[in-house]
């Protein structure tokens, strides 16, 4: 039976790669170790896939928005905008069976997620990936992953207990795939920013430290009870901290370890692990 053996969080903002030098080199130093800590903790755990919790910015689907998606290809390279991002273009691959597995399990589960064959995975996805999982010279991820793409920007917005209570589920789905794997899931996004709005460059300190205040406590229906107009109020793109809700569901509510909270590249950035 496949089990869990790891959860990691980390914010995904482009800056940290495309503007790297916007800010002081200290500031960059403490950004990139702390990276360089969840990659560590990641290898030290052996996985043979990653569970990716990242939200689409509305790059995968413009007339359609589905709340929660999964990615059902075999493979895929990018990321399309990789040369502005200033990373390489990575291939990817995708556990096929444990996605097909996972999905079939949620809509049993009354969890009506959709799916796609055409994966588009932008900077939410690839950033971490590059960070935490990537074999630089070869240009490959190293890990087969599961895709999960959520809505954290165009309302109507999921609530944030649905996001806990599909990670519940995806906790349960891994534990009764029959294959022998060993699964880490990895929450990408938030904390406060306003990417393109009229509060860009303003991190809420306040909210993001409350926040990682719930999470390192364990205090889940706290965190569940944010609305997504509270959470919206500190940045139009804020409510990534869907992304880690659903994988604080996937590790059952357990306090997280929160590694450094560094307000830079005009996000609330901050790194956590979970252990199972």
């Not at 990321?79 to 079939?104: E, G, M, N």
């Not at 795939?177 to 306003?194: C, I, N």
């Amino acid at each position: 039976m496949a089990k869990l053996v790891i959860g990691l969080a980390a914010s995904h903002a482009p800056g940290i790669t495309a503007r790297v030098e916007e800010e002081p080199q200290e500031v960059r130093a403490r950004v990139y170790r702390n990276y360089d800590k969840l990659r560590a903790l990641l290898e030290e755990a052996r996985p043979d896939v990653l569970l990716v919790v990242a939200n689409d910015h509305v790059t995968y689907m413009f007339e359609i928005i589905p709340q929660f998606l999964m990615v059902i290809a075999d493979a895929y390279e990018g990321p399309p905008d990789h040369q502005w991002l200033r990373i390489p273009k990575y291939k990817v691959k995708f556990h096929t069976d444990l996605t097909s597995f996972i999905l079939a399990g949620l809509l049993e589960r009354g969890f009506d997620v959709a799916f796609s064959a055409n994966p588009l995975l932008d900077h939410a996805t690839m950033n971490p990936l590059h960070f935490l999982a990537s074999d630089r010279e070869g240009g490959v991820i190293k890990y087969p992953i599961v895709s999960l793409l959520t809505n954290a920007f165009v309302k109507p917005l999921p609530p944030l207990r649905r996001g806990y209570q599909l990670g519940l589920a995806l906790r349960e789905l891994v534990e009764q795939f029959p294959e022998d794997l060993r699964v880490a899931a990895l929450a990408t996004g938030g904390l406060s920013h306003d990417p393109g709005g009229p509060s860009w460059g303003y991190v809420d300190e306040e909210f993001d430290k409350r926040f990682l205040g719930m999470l390192t406590r364990g205090d889940v229906e706290s965190a569940l009870k944010l609305t997504p107009e509270e959470v919206l109020s500190t940045g139009g793109g804020s409510y990534e901290i869907l992304n880690w809700v659903v994988v604080w569901g996937v590790m059952r509510g357990k306090p997280a370890a929160v590694l450094d909270y560094v307000p830079s590249y005009n996000i609330g950035s901050a790194w956590a692990v979970w252990r199972p």
